[in-house]
């Protein structure tokens, strides 16, 4: 009867401490993974290419596209990331790693709003890749859409048990000018 009686104080005194409109604690599982620069508002570091956080590569000719920071129509906030091609390489990609090993199992979603301008070839819009260990790649997904207006784009993916780092961004395929900005990495 005396365990009873504490365990029945302990409960008590555990609603009376916790105020009934208390809100839940958030969820970790909800909470979005965190990307450097994510809305392209911190300018390259002397000598790069591309904003702090993020890099900039492109097939073959380092030449071939020109990238830059564009604060006449950004998405959100203050700029975008714009990229163009200026010869006639295949493609181009803005990207940033992120570290896989405590996100292996987890479904996730990477979004990034995308805007086109003479977009002819095969397209623009988020890339994914992941990688495992000794180089392997586990996983590469694109999507390419030629709009002009911007649009957030989406793909969604399943980080696997072997994964070693994600690899998330943009690319532009074939001729024209792309506009990137307000990348989110985030739980399904």
């Known amino acids: 009867m005396r365990l009873a009686s504490v365990t029945a104080a302990a409960m008590l005194a555990a609603c009376a401490a916790t105020p009934p ?65 200026v010869t006639h390489e295949p493609w181009a990609v803005a990207s940033q790693s992120v570290p896989a090993e405590a996100l292996r199992g987890r479904r996730l979603r990477f979004s990034i709003a995308v805007k086109g301008e003479r977009i002819t070839g095969p397209g623009a819009g988020p890339w994914v890749l992941v990688n495992g260990s000794a180089g392997m790649l586990l996983h590469e997904e694109r999507l390419a859409s030629r709009g002009s207006t911007w649009e957030r784009q989406a793909i969604e993916f399943t980080v696997p048990a072997q994964a070693i780092g994600l690899e998330l961004g943009a690319t532009l395929q074939g001729p024209g000018r792309v506009c990137i900005d307000d990348a989110r990495l985030e739980p399904t």
């Open 21 to 85: 409109d208390a809100p839940a604690p958030a969820s970790s599982a909800a909470v979005a993974i965190p990307l450097r620069n994510a809305g392209f508002e911190s300018a390259p570091r002397a000598g790069d290419r591309c904003p702090e956080g993020w890099s900039c590569t492109m097939h073959a000719d380092p030449d071939s596209f020109r990238f830059g920071l564009d604060g006449s129509a950004a998405a959100e906030g203050a700029r975008s990331l714009c990229i163009e091609r």
